[in-house]
C-alpha cells in the first residue's frame, strides 16, 4: 500500500440520529482511527449527539465533532465537515456503513496518478432475509459499479463510498447544498468538467445496508426521481427520464411467466419492481428535490438572484435576509457561500413540474391582471417563463416585507426582483440605473 497518500486521509462521515446511533457509526470507525490522518463527523441531528458519543468513546482528539444545523440534508453535513478536513484526499462515507478492514488498502493498493480527482469504491447490500424488500435489494442492487458506470455521459460514484481530492474538492466548492438527492453524481460531473480524471477501485468496499420495509422502497424511490430530474436540468438531459409504461405491462407479464414455474419469489420481486417504477416517475414529476430546513423560516426581507450570490453581495443588497429566491446554482460553487448561517436559498430548479403548475394556476386564479402584466413584462425584457416564477412568488407572497436583487448591477437579478414584486404584490424592488 502506498502509504504517503493513505496518510494523507481525512474520513468525512455524515451523521443524523440518536446517540445509539452515533455510538454504533463511532465503534465501525475505530478500524480507520490509526490508518488515517483524520476523521471528522458533521453533526446534522437534532439533539447534537456526537461529541457526546465521542467523548464516551474516548476518541476525543482523534474523531473531530462539527456541527451541521442548517437543513436536514448529507450534502450540507458533508460541506461542513470537509472545511475542517486537512489531507490530501477526502474520503466520504455514510454513518450505516460497515467497513472492511482492507478498505484504505483497497484504494490506495496501487498509486492513483495526479491527473484522478475522484476515486470510486464499491458499495454493496448487506445480506438481509428478513423481509421480501430487503431481499429484491439484494438481489437488484448487490453493487452498484455498472449502474454508475452507464448513468451518464460520465461516471460518477456513490457518496457512500467516494474518495475526493482535496485541490479537486476546493476548486468546485464542494456539494451543492439544499439537496434530497443526486449530490454525489452532480460533484463527480463537475469535477470531471474541469478536468480531473475519474477511476474505479473495486477493491475499496464498504456494505451498505438496505431499506427494510415496503414503505422504505417507495420513498428511496421517489427521492431518486427528484434526483434525477435535478441532474437531468442541471446536465442538459444527459440523464434519461424514468421509463414508466414499459415496466407497467412488463413487469406483470413477467411476474405471471415465474409464477407459472412455481418461482413465487422471482414473481414478487417483479411487482416491486412495477411500484418502485411507479414512485420513480412519482418523484420525477411530483417531488421538488429540495432538502428540508432545521430551523424555522421567519419573515423578513428577501434577496433575489439569478444563481447563488455571495454572502457580501446579500449583505449589501438588503443586510441579513432569512433567505434568498435564486433560478439555478453556479456550475461552480463558491466555499464562502456554503452554510450561511443567516440566511438559506431557494432555487427554483429544485422544484417539481407538479409544484410549478398548481403554483401557476393558483396565480391565475387569484391575481390574473397580475399575471397578465407579467406576461407584459417578460415580452420587453425576456426572463424565466411564469410558470418557473410562479412557486417563487407564492412563497415570498405570505412571508417576505420586501424584495431587492442581492446583485443590483445583474440586470438579470433586477428583472426577476420586479417581476416577483408584482406578482406577489409587494412594493417594487429597485430599478437598475441607466446604462
Known amino acids: 500500500m502506498s502509504r504517503g497518500s493513505a496518510d494523507s486521509v481525512c474520513v468525512v462521515v455524515p451523521f443524523a440520529g440518536d446517540l445509539a ?14 490508518v488515517v490522518e483524520w476523521i471528522v463527523i458533521a453533526d446534522n441531528s437534532d439533539d447534537q449527539v456526537v461529541a457526546t458519543a465521542i467523548e464516551a468513546a474516548g476518541l476525543m482528539g482523534r474523531i473531530e465533532p462539527v456541527s451541521a444545523t442548517l437543513e436536514r440534508s448529507a450534502y450540507h453535513a458533508r460541506n461542513a465537515a470537509g472545511r475542517s478536513a486537512s489531507g490530501e484526499w477526502m474520503l466520504f462515507l455514510d454513518a450505516d456503513c460497515t467497513l472492511g478492514p482492507d478498505l484504505i488498502e483497497g484504494f490506495f493498493a496501487t498509486p492513483i496518478p495526479a491527473a484522478v480527482g475522484v476515486v470510486a469504491g464499491s458499495v454493496v447490500h448487506a445480506p438481509n432475509r428478513a423481509s421480501l424488500s430487503a431481499r429484491r435489494a439484494e438481489a437488484r442492487f448487490a453493487g ?7 448513468a451518464a455521459a460520465m461516471p460518477a460514484g456513490s457518496g457512500q463510498n467516494l474518495l475526493i481530492r482535496s485541490a479537486a474538492w476546493r476548486a468546485v466548492g464542494g456539494y451543492c447544498e439544499g439537496l434530497r438527492s443526486g449530490g454525489d453524481v452532480e460533484i463527480c460531473w463537475r469535477i470531471q468538467e474541469i478536468g480531473w480524471a475519474f477511476e474505479f477501485r473495486f477493491a475499496a468496499r464498504v456494505v451498505a445496508r438496505s431499506y ?22 442541471r446536465s ?3 440523464m434519461a427520464r424514468p421509463a414508466l409504461f414499459r415496466p407497467i405491462w412488463r413487469a406483470p407479464a413477467a411476474a405471471a411467466w415465474h409464477l407459472l414455474h412455481g418461482r413465487r419469489e422471482a414473481a414478487a420481486f417483479k411487482l416491486l419492481d412495477l411500484i418502485a417504477a411507479v414512485e420513480l416517475a412519482r418523484g420525477y414529476w411530483c417531488d421538488d428535490n429540495r432538502a428540508p430546513r432545521i430551523a424555522a423560516l421567519g419573515r423578513g426581507p428577501v434577496a433575489i438572484e439569478a444563481t447563488q450570490p455571495s454572502p457580501a453581495a446579500v449583505a449589501a443588497a438588503v443586510g441579513s435576509p432569512p433567505w434568498v429566491e435564486a433560478e439555478a446554482r453556479p456550475l461552480m460553487q463558491r466555499l464562502d457561500s456554503l452554510g450561511r448561517p443567516s440566511s438559506v436559498t431557494f432555487w427554483a430548479e429544485d422544484e417539481a413540474p407538479l409544484t410549478r403548475l398548481i403554483s401557476l394556476v393558483a396565480l391565475l386564479v387569484r391575481h390574473p391582471l397580475r399575471c397578465l402584466r407579467d406576461r407584459s413584462i417578460r415580452r420587453s425584457e425576456g426572463g424565466e417563463l411564469l410558470r418557473r416564477l410562479a412557486p417563487a412568488a407564492r412563497r415570498v407572497a405570505g412571508w ?16 426577476r426582483a420586479r417581476r416577483l414584486s408584482a406578482l406577489a404584490g409587494l412594493a417594487p424592488a429597485p430599478q437598475i440605473p441607466p446604462g
Open 144 to 150: 452498484q459499479d455498472e449502474f454508475l458506470l452507464g
Open 212 to 233: 427494510e420495509t415496503l414503505a422504505g422502497m417507495r420513498l428511496q424511490a421517489r427521492r431518486y426521481g427528484a434526483g434525477r430530474r435535478w441532474l437531468r436540468q
Open 21 to 34: 446511533a452515533a455510538v454504533t457509526t463511532i465503534n465501525s470507525l475505530r478500524t480507520l482511527v490509526e
Open 400 to 415: 417576505a416585507d420586501s424584495l431587492a436583487p442581492a446583485s443590483p448591477d445583474d440586470p438579470a437579478a433586477s428583472i
Open 236 to 238: 442538459g438531459e444527459t
